[in-house]
C-alpha cells in the first residue's frame, strides 16, 4: 500500500453539516449565521493550536458533503486537506476512510471540530504516548464522558465506529477495547460545544486566564465579539 511521506495524520471532523446555514444544528437562542460563525471559529482555534504544536503530520478536515458548496474560500490553507463524507452511509463511510486514509499512516488522531481545551502541549502530549511500539490508543473525554478525541498506532474498528459513526460514551468504549490487547491512556479537561449550556460553559471558561493556552488572544478577541450579541443570555 502507497504511504505518505508523514507517518502521522490528524484529522478534525463534523459528522453534520457546519457550514451551511440551512442544514447546520442549530444551537438555541443563537442565529443559523451564528451558529455557523461559532462553529467555524472552534474548528479555526483547533487547527491553529495544532500547526502551533509544530508536529509533523499530514492534516485534515473531515466534513459533511453537504458543506461543499458553502466553504468560505480560503478558508482552509493549502497545508489542509479535504475530506466529505455523506453520513447517511455511516458504515461505507468507515471503510472507505479505513483503507483509503488511515491505513496509510502509523498514527492516526481523530478530534471532533466542536472541542474546546485542546493547546498544542495537549497534541504534542497525545503524539508522544503514541510514538511507541506498544499498541496504544489515547482518549480525551469532556466532564460528561463524551468522546473528544481518539488517538491510535494501530487501526482498531471500534475506534473508528466510535467516532464515526453512532456516538458512544468513554465507557462503552472502554468496555469494547477491554476485549484487546492494547494500552489505553485517557486524558481530560476537554469540551464539546453541542448547545447553549456549553455555549455558556465556554464563555466563563474563556474569561479565565489559563484559555491563553488554547485560545490566542486573536481567537478569544472573535469569540468575545459572538458573546457580546448574546451578553443578556450569558448572566
Request: proline share 2%; aromatic share 12%; net charge negative.
Amino acid at each position: 500500500m502507497e504511504t505518505n511521506k508523514n507517518n502521522n495524520s490528524t484529522c478534525f471532523f463534523s459528522d453534520k453539516p457546519i457550514f451551511n446555514i440551512e442544514l447546520v444544528p442549530h444551537i438555541k437562542n443563537l442565529t443559523g449565521e451564528h451558529t455557523v460563525y461559532l462553529f467555524s471559529l472552534l474548528l479555526l482555534n483547533n487547527l491553529e493550536n495544532f500547526i502551533r504544536a509544530n508536529i509533523k503530520s499530514d492534516l485534515s478536515v473531515c466534513l459533511n458533503k453537504k458543506d461543499i458548496d458553502f466553504i468560505p474560500k480560503d478558508f482552509f490553507g493549502t497545508n489542509v486537506a479535504l475530506v466529505f463524507i455523506d453520513t447517511l452511509k455511516e458504515k461505507q463511510n468507515i471503510e472507505k476512510l479505513k483503507h483509503n486514509y488511515f491505513e496509510k499512516y502509523g498514527i492516526n488522531l481523530l478530534v471532533r471540530f466542536n472541542s474546546i481545551g485542546l493547546s498544542p502541549g495537549t497534541f504534542e502530549k497525545i503524539y508522544n504516548l503514541l510514538s511507541v511500539e506498544e499498541e496504544v490508543i489515547v482518549i480525551g473525554k469532556s466532564a460528561k464522558n463524551e468522546i473528544v478525541f481518539i488517538g491510535f498506532n494501530t487501526i482498531n474498528d471500534v475506534i473508528l465506529h466510535s467516532m464515526l459513526g453512532k456516538r458512544t460514551s468513554y465507557e462503552k468504549i472502554l468496555k469494547d477495547l477491554g476485549k484487546s490487547d492494547v494500552f489505553v491512556h485517557t486524558l481530560e479537561g476537554f469540551e464539546l460545544i453541542t448547545n447553549f449550556d456549553n455555549f455558556k460553559n465556554l464563555y466563563y471558561k474563556l474569561s479565565e486566564k489559563e484559555s491563553l493556552s488554547y485560545c490566542i488572544q486573536e481567537m478569544h478577541e472573535r469569540f468575545t465579539n459572538l458573546f457580546i450579541e448574546y451578553k443578556e443570555h450569558l448572566k
